[in-house]
């Protein structure tokens, strides 16, 4: 059989996968297949997540409990309409299209159900993972529900104390007919149970390289309500000048920038949670988040986070670049995620080598990061589902704190401002050799 790589390793030619997610509902599905087709598509693996609510709410918008009672037959006929237009885009989405994962968000919650979809996907040569979320710690179910009543689109304009009542009712209807996978009855499927946010995992039949890098990929997540914090370093000597790379220390206004830096944490933080703080290993983080461990726990550095290794061009200037390399300065205009320094790195390969840094961010809770313009890119573009193409042009200012807070449907942004000027050290696709 032919093999070829997909940007993921060997796997076989053809191959196609489903990830099915099971469960009841306020177990954190949603979440968890966003973040899934997110982590792909960071790695430059087209996925995508069909959503059999989304389809249901073309006809039922704002439903009550009621529909979900398996006694309403209406209800029944619509809810099994959604589910079979789902996946009849889903088949044409990754077969037509060559693609190499689907997510099928759902409670798919009856072994009847399950097979139905094993077999459709079966006929079409998509391989199938099951990825089911147990979770009985009460208060995990209380806070996904808050997170619902505020973030679903069922719910939208809704009095939030009659949501969650309403939703609680839908649990009971899902109750009356969940079938969890059975380790006997279902044995001869591909799935992972996440159960109590990762506290235990089963895992059964796995095959093949892709499958096994998503489920070490789940077995690093949560699903716990959580902020990620994010900052530059304060404006450093060789950014005055224009200069890549180097680990030059802080200009007068980034060593202002430190100083205000615990301000903005505090006033990011309306819990008074404390915050671990990360940092690269150059002296301009470390500098930057010395005022901080008094709002932390503790302070770890990452040679992970060092910033883009610029090779023959470290210490040089844009229009130095232009002069002594023009053929390299073009072509990195020209595909700037996939352009490699001479002796140094490209964006794709620094997103290899903060992989391990996504997975212990996904495992941790309260992070707040102190590193560089494309190193925060690259997180910033995961955490936002951007195109990786985009990422490196995006501008990401000095002397601005970033929370980001994921949710079920999307990840929240706010921006925290310190009324401290900085240079910009962006430069646009295109545009001349040095910062705008």
């Known amino acids: 059989m032919v093999k070829i790589t997909h940007n993921v390793g060997v796997v076989a030619e053809g191959t196609r996968i489903c990830v099915v997610m099971v469960g009841l509902p306020a177990r954190g599905k949603s979440l968890i297949a966003q973040k899934i087709v997110r982590y792909l598509r960071w790695l430059s693996i087209e996925a995508k997540v069909f959503n059999v609510g989304s389809y249901r709410r073309a006809d039922t918008p704002h439903p009550t409990a009621d ?39 759902a409670t798919n919650s009856t072994m009847g159900r399950r097979r139905w979809i094993h077999d459709r996907c079966t006929k079409e040569g998509i391989q199938l993972l099951y990825v089911e979320s147990i ?32 939703f609680l009712k839908r649990i009971e209807n899902y109750e009356k007919v969940y079938e969890s996978i059975c380790q006997t009855k279902e044995d001869d499927l591909t799935y992972v149970k996440l159960i109590d946010v990762g506290e235990h995992v089963i895992i059964n ?9 998503v489920v070490y990929y789940l077995m690093n997540l949560h699903i716990n309500p959580r902020s990620i914090w994010l900052s530059r370093h304060g404006e450093s000597e060789f950014n005055l000048s224009g200069r890549i790379g180097g680990d030059a220390n802080l200009s007068v206004r980034g060593e202002m920038y430190a100083r205000v830096l615990p301000d903005l944490v505090k006033k990011s933080i309306t819990d008074g949670r404390n915050l671990t703080i990360w940092t690269s290993t150059l002296k301009r983080t470390m500098q930057t988040a010395r005022f901080l461990p008094g709002y932390g726990n503790e ?26 390399y023009p053929e390299d300065f073009r072509a990195r205009d020209n595909d700037k995620y996939n352009y490699r320094y001479r002796g140094g790195e490209s964006y794709r390969d620094m997103v290899i080598r903060l992989e391990p840094i996504i997975m212990e961010l996904e495992r941790s809770e309260n992070i ?19 195109h990786q193409e985009l990422s490196p042009w995006m501008e990401v200012p000095l002397h601005t704190l970033i929370r980001l807070t994921p949710k079920a449907y999307g990840t929240v942004e706010e921006r925290f401002p310190a009324d401290i000027p900085a240079v910009s050290t962006w430069r646009g696709k295109g545009t001349a050799a040095k910062h705008q």
Request: aromatic fraction near 8%; proline fraction near 2%; include cysteine.
């Open 205 to 213: 039949r796995i095959k093949d390289h892709l499958q096994s890098r």
């Open 135 to 166: 979770c009985n710690d009460q208060d995990i179910i209380l806070a996904n529900i808050r997170e619902v009543k505020t973030s679903s689109p069922d719910y939208q304009g809704q009095d939030p104390e009659l949501a969650s009542k309403d």
């Open 299 to 324: 302070t770890l550095h990452w040679k992970a986070l060092d910033e883009l290794d610029s090779g023959v061009c470290d210490g040089l200037t844009y229009a130095e670049i232009e002069q002594l």
């Open 67 to 105: 529909f979900f009672d398996t006694s309403n037959p209406h209800g029944e006929r619509l809810r099994r309409a959604a589910a079979e237009s789902a996946l009849l885009d889903l088949e044409a989405w990754i077969v037509k299209g060559e693609r190499l994962v689907a997510v099928l968000d």
């Open 368 to 386: 707040l990061i102190v590193c560089h313009q494309a190193v925060l890119r690259c997180i910033y573009a995961y955490f936002m589902n951007m």
